[in-house]
């Protein structure tokens, strides 16, 4: 039996054996049992399951496999990661929340970790944010990850000696609401210009629930923007992110307001912006024209198609997952300065009616 083997073997026996994850006496089956049940050593089933049974007899082999597979066993990750320093698991810390934006976000960290050879795996941070640091550094003292990334800020003091490091990028806040780049709301100054290079003069805001980083900087963008250009806000409506609160703005628009744009917040208040300019027998863009953020892919398709602002939450985790990498073979990340919204004009905006300019 050569050194390795069995000092691999002990660990992984004497972990196992206790059955202790952190405190918690954990019932599953051993590498003794497997052994036992198989008839061999344990050495020999932690070669197995090491190499995969590469040099082994094939009737060894076999009767691994069905002891393993009777007893339903799987390797335990902490004696896997104190014998071989590697789990190939990376861990994104989330707080608890429904943003819809982290599941594209974490399909770009889980693509840009398979490509180097590793598995993302998520974990809700619950409890009191304060404690949230703690929490991360008893997971990169674990043993069970390489490394740790963190969506929401907090502030980690000096990481002992041996602990996988932990990435702190702030992409939400503690109740899963956009900030940093995901509130960024430069491309609103955008919208309106474009619009006003269209003829439009008077515009109406439907804003989000300024709750969100992101809803407030949007309405700021659109008030500075105006004020810059010399155009008129007919006013500012709070929606909360409502189509129905949207819909019923438009039809209480007075007759003769002169609003010929209205910029919605999110594509679903762009969605009851345009329901309630149809109920008004209003043409989008003829009359009206609309604008959301977000992008949701319905927009496309609509009668007419939805001007709004795509935002590349892919990217931005693919971005966020480089930069973990990066710590984790002592590299500088990856440049990619490139924003992560884009305007994207399409049927829903049009030149302003004519009586209008």
């Keep these: 039996m050569r050194a390795d083997d069995a000092e691999g073997s002990a660990v992984e026996w004497a972990v196992e ?3 202790v994850v952190g405190g918690v006496v954990a019932k599953r089956p051993t590498i003794m049992e497997v052994a036992r049940l198989a008839g061999v050593s344990h050495q020999t089933v932690s070669r197995y399951l090491k190499f995969g049974g590469a040099g082994m007899k094939a009737e060894t082999s076999e009767r691994i496999k069905t002891a393993i597979e009777q007893l339903d066993y799987r390797p335990n990750l902490v004696a896997r990661a104190m014998r071989n ?4 698991r990376l861990a994104m810390l989330l707080p608890a929340g429904t943003a819809v934006s982290a599941l594209e976000l974490l399909a770009g960290a889980t ?10 795996e998520v974990v809700t941070l619950g409890g009191s944010p304060q404690t949230w640091a703690q929490r991360a550094l008893e997971l990169s003292d674990s043993g069970l990850f390489e490394g740790i990334v963190s969506l929401t800020r907090m502030s980690l003091p000096t990481q002992r000696p041996g602990s996988v490091p932990v990435v702190v990028s702030p992409d939400y806040d503690d109740r899963m609401r956009g900030v940093g780049e ?7 100054a955008e919208i309106v210009e474009g619009l006003a290079a269209y003829g439009h003069r008077r515009f109406l805001h439907l804003a989000g629930d300024y709750a969100h980083a992101s809803a407030r900087e949007r309405r700021q963008v659109y008030l500075d923007t105006l004020d810059r250009l010399g155009l008129e806000s007919y006013g500012v409506i709070d929606c909360r992110w409502s189509a129905a609160a949207a819909r019923q703005a438009v039809l209480d ?6 609003v010929t744009a209205v910029i919605a917040a999110n594509d679903l208040v762009a969605a009851g912006a ?3 300019a149809w109920e008004r027998g209003l043409r989008v863009p003829a009359d009206l024209s609309v604008t959301g953020w977000d992008d949701n892919p319905v927009g496309a398709f609509l009668p007419p198609s939805l001007t709004t602002v795509r935002v590349d939450h892919e990217r931005l985790g693919r971005r966020v997952l480089a930069r973990l990498l990066g710590v984790l073979r002592g590299e500088p990340g990856p440049e990619d300065d490139e924003p992560l919204t884009q305007v994207i004009w399409r049927e829903s905006t049009g030149p302003a009616p004519d009586e209008a300019r």
Aim: hydrophobic share 40%; charged share 15%.
């Design 253 to 258: 628009l007075p007759a003769g307001s002169g």
């Design 85 to 88: 320093r590697r789990t190939g």
């Design 17 to 19: 054996w206790a059955g």
């Design 182 to 188: 995901l509130a960024d709301a430069s491309h609103m």
């Design 274 to 276: 345009i329901r309630g």
């Design 111 to 120: 693509t840009a970790a398979h490509e180097a050879g590793y598995v993302v």
